[in-house]
């Protein structure tokens, strides 16, 4: 009620204020506040939800091409809405023109006041993460969005810093020398990829032929009831390439991430990326953490598309070298355009299911050219393929409000050694949750474990026991069993 209240006291402020301005300044203002408010109950209406922290954050960081697939499903109804609080605002600026100003200074006095006090009294007593989700409660309307954007920037200024930090090893974790492991590790990241549309996990539609084969010669493995740790990229990959955890996101800064932990076994690390150039402000924990490899590439995939890292890679590696290579792919991700003419006359179709689960058999494809040059290496070699996270088809990912299959992920494996494949198969299941989920928050010590680490009994009851929740994008952590369908 407090928080409705504040709105409507907030907006018809502004409106009394503005309708006193001159038209030089009123114009502008009318347009931007028309542009906020339609724009912030659009959101709410189309998606049930209001833009939480994580949103923002991700808006601000993402690049041009996955903001303009999101807004392609959604720009008819954000027009409509849009277009009806412009004429909401100019008429009620019109009405409200013979009110006088000075009834605006009481109502300003009282959300300044709110403003300053939950400021200092809440945000600086709570590390940068924890700022998200308390301020979602409050800000009014357009002041919340500011206060979002205001700490997402400073969230990003500590991860500017990120490069230049000194990070330590986690207790429970320690290199054995003596430990066999593989001389080449072929990592590759997914984006939006929903396991349910995988023929290898039992979708309907043959999506995925060259795995299942793969699959059915038991020359790969995949792992069911995977879960992502996050419902977006910069939440899901700042829980599954680092020690941060859904309820322990400060861990991020602390310990080593997986190309440190790579770098300190004797790994040449490796990145290349078509995900790697953003339209905000600033890099992202992702685009961070690949900067602290040997050899980044972040490319725009607006320019390129994923195939182009295949001939990149084959350029780098090296005989007789410990590599890891992490190839972090646009994948399945909105606008559903990442396929070519051999994916659509396998599978026809022109609507929005028939698209994505074209793009899925290019990942297939994708997968296969990098399995046969995992296979191709003289020494012992292995290949991992998971998701940042799932996706709503049709709408994207990163909604509050839209059930589980945002989390729903693949886990695939294989390797050029048979012996290492069950290996890696027992490796990895010793970490599914008592629920009988594998959450993606556990494949740094999964890696861990095959670039010779030792984890500790321990460590792995603790990463069992997380592995049960997710991290939302409201800034708070929820055990995966109560997202609803």
């Not at 940068?128 to 205001?150: N, W, Y």
């Not at 590759?188 to 999506?207: M, N, Q, R, V």
């Not at 996050?230 to 899901?236: D, M, R």
């Not at 600033?282 to 961070?288: G, I, L, R, W, Y």
């Amino acid at each position: 009620m407090i928080y409705t209240v504040s709105n409507v006291i907030l907006v018809l402020t502004f409106f009394i204020f503005i309708s006193k301005v001159s038209n030089f300044i009123k114009i502008p203002l009318l347009i931007l506040i028309a542009l906020w408010l339609g724009f912030d109950i659009g959101y709410y209406l189309i998606y049930n939800t209001s833009i939480q922290p994580s949103n923002v954050a991700a808006i601000l960081t993402t690049n041009k091409k996955e903001v303009i697939g999101l807004l392609e499903s959604i720009y008819i109804k954000m027009f409509l809405v849009i277009a009806f609080f412009s004429v909401f605002t100019y008429l009620s600026v019109k009405e409200l023109k013979s009110v006088s100003l000075k009834w605006t200074f009481v109502p300003l006095i009282v959300i300044g006041c709110l403003l300053f006090f939950s400021r200092t009294s809440v945000f600086n007593k709570n590390s940068v993460f924890k700022q998200f989700s308390l301020a979602i409660g409050k800000f009014p309307l357009i002041f919340r969005d500011i206060a979002l954007v205001r700490e997402n920037s400073k969230e990003i200024d500590q991860i500017n810093e990120y490069v230049k930090g000194n990070r330590i090893m986690p207790q429970g974790i320690i290199l054995d020398k003596n430990k066999k492991t593989p001389e080449k590790i072929f990592l590759i990241i997914g984006e939006s990829s929903l396991s349910t549309h995988y023929s290898l996990y039992d979708y309907e539609k043959d999506t995925t032929p060259l795995l299942t084969e793969l699959s059915n010669n038991q020359s790969l493995i995949f792992f069911k009831n995977v879960i992502s740790p996050a419902p977006i990229t910069l939440l899901s990959l700042r829980n599954t390439l680092s020690f941060a955890t859904p309820n322990n996101q400060e861990s991020l800064f602390k310990y080593k991430n997986i190309v440190e932990l790579a770098k300190n076994a004797g790994y040449e690390t490796v990145w290349f990326s078509v995900s790697g150039t953003v339209i905000g402000w600033h890099n992202t924990e992702t685009s961070m953490i690949a900067k602290t490899s040997n050899i980044s590439k972040l490319l725009n995939h607006k320019d390129v598309g994923d195939w182009i890292l295949i001939p990149m890679m084959e350029k780098a590696i090296v005989n007789n070298k410990k590599q890891l290579f992490i190839l972090h792919v646009r994948g399945n991700h909105m606008p559903y355009d990442n396929f070519d003419t051999k994916d659509a006359k396998y599978l026809p179709g022109n609507d929005v299911v028939a698209k994505y689960d074209r793009t899925i058999h290019n990942t297939d494809r994708y997968i296969k050219r990098v399995y046969d040059m995992m296979k191709q290496q003289k020494g012992l070699s292995i290949m991992c393929y998971f998701s940042d996270h799932g996706e709503v088809i049709g709408k994207g990912h990163g909604f509050l409000s839209e059930g589980n299959v945002q989390f729903k992920v693949p886990l695939i494996m294989s390797s050029n050694n048979t012996i290492e494949m069950n290996n890696m198969k027992k490796t990895v299941e010793e970490y599914r949750s008592p629920s009988g989920y594998l959450n993606n928050s556990n494949l740094i010590y999964i890696l861990s474990d095959f670039m010779g680490y030792s984890i500790s009994e321990k460590v792995k009851k603790w990463g069992k026991s997380e592995g049960e929740f997710i991290f939302h994008v409201d800034g708070k952590s929820y055990r995966f069993k109560d997202i609803k369908n």
